[in-house]
């Protein structure tokens, strides 16, 4: 007798494993870079474009209101809507040039949340430093729940910049914030209310909600001659295993300069009684830059050296701190 085995879900594989089983399906043969880095990258009459894609969908990576009672205003995901993309072409070593924005809304949607959304994209764009984007248009659709899908074009002036770049021995440095979006989202989840915040935890809130991609640090890094970057968007180790996977070499943090980053979520530390390093090694969304630089490189001073890529041997850990393994796995993952 033949037992059926139940089907696989997209619960089951998760957002890898997923990607893992449809990539082989899709041609991507004209591409100059297919799926699998920050962006893609297409020669349109000799310009390199780059293109990355993000959608934001209410309850799933927004809550209109925050178990702490924290409304999430509409401001703050135009402006999350655009920093999520133009993170990944800093990380190619790209600046944005273009974007086309699809927004699905519930017909009792006021018509003031779509008025201060388009606001948040304005001051993102001119905030954040993309002065040269330029939304070309996108679409409006009827929906049960917010949707918020946006397509950034970018190009590059020295080149795209890999995750498959890094090398044996490069420093491996940052750009932007560790942990705070992480913590963020602990904060904005938690139990207190938001009206007893202190100024300090307020701030780690407004992390998550409205995070600042170190824009420039892309194109400074690439002309600094960095070997491979990428964005942190899903957990500092979870995104350093996908480019030290990429690379074939593993990678080694100190823990002491990851301590200096932990220390600044004292306030949401307190707060929600969570070790601090726990956000710095695995929260997500804080769209900072990791980057390998060749050891003789004169690296921006904008980046903090967290550690060093090694060869790796068949028993050697993609990731460790001081020495010792971390788990890839943990960080943010749609469909953990």
């Not at 330029?134 to 890999?162: M, N, Y």
């Amino acid at each position: 007798m033949t037992i059926n085995q139940p089907e696989a879900t997209v619960g089951d594989l998760g957002e890898q494993g997923i990607l893992d089983t449809i990539l082989p399906l899709l041609d991507s043969r004209t591409a100059n870079l297919g799926p699998g880095d920050d962006a893609g990258a297409l020669n349109v009459q000799g310009t390199e474009i780059l293109v990355s894609v993000d959608t934001l969908v209410e309850n799933q990576d927004f809550k209109l209101i925050w178990p702490s009672g924290l409304e999430h205003r509409a401001y703050d995901i135009g402006w999350k809507s655009i920093a999520q993309n133009v993170s990944d072409i800093n990380a190619m070593g790209g600046r944005s040039t273009g974007a086309v924005i699809s927004l699905s809304l519930p017909p009792t949607t006021s018509l003031e949340w779509v008025k201060d959304f388009a606001q948040g994209i304005a001051d993102a764009i001119n905030a954040l430093g993309a002065k040269e984007l330029t939304i070309l248009g996108g679409d409006l659709g009827k929906s049960t729940e917010i949707s918020v899908t946006t397509t950034v074009l970018g190009e590059t002036a020295h080149g795209k910049i890999l995750r498959s770049g890094a090398k044996p021995g490069d420093v491996i440095a940052v750009a932007g914030r560790l942990g705070d979006a992480g913590a963020g989202l602990s904060v904005l989840e938690h139990g207190s209310s938001a009206s007893t915040w202190s100024r300090a935890v307020r701030r780690i809130a407004e992390a998550q909600c409205k995070p600042v991609p170190p824009l420039g640090s892309g194109p400074r890094a690439a002309e600094a001659g960095a070997h491979a970057m990428m964005d942190l968007s899903d957990g500092l180790v979870r995104d350093t295993a996908r480019l030290a996977k990429s690379s074939g070499v593993s990678i080694d943090f100190e823990r002491q300069v990851l301590q200096k980053f932990a220390a600044r979520l004292a306030p949401a530390a307190q707060l929600t009684k969570t070790d601090p390093m726990d956000w710095v090694l695995h929260g997500g969304e804080d769209f900072g830059l990791l980057a390998a630089f060749p050891a003789d490189a004169e690296v921006p001073e904008e980046f903090t050296v967290l550690g060093v890529a090694k060869a790796r041997s068949g028993r050697r850990s993609l990731v460790t701190v001081d020495g010792k393994t971390v788990t890839a796995n943990a960080g943010f993952d749609h469909f953990s």
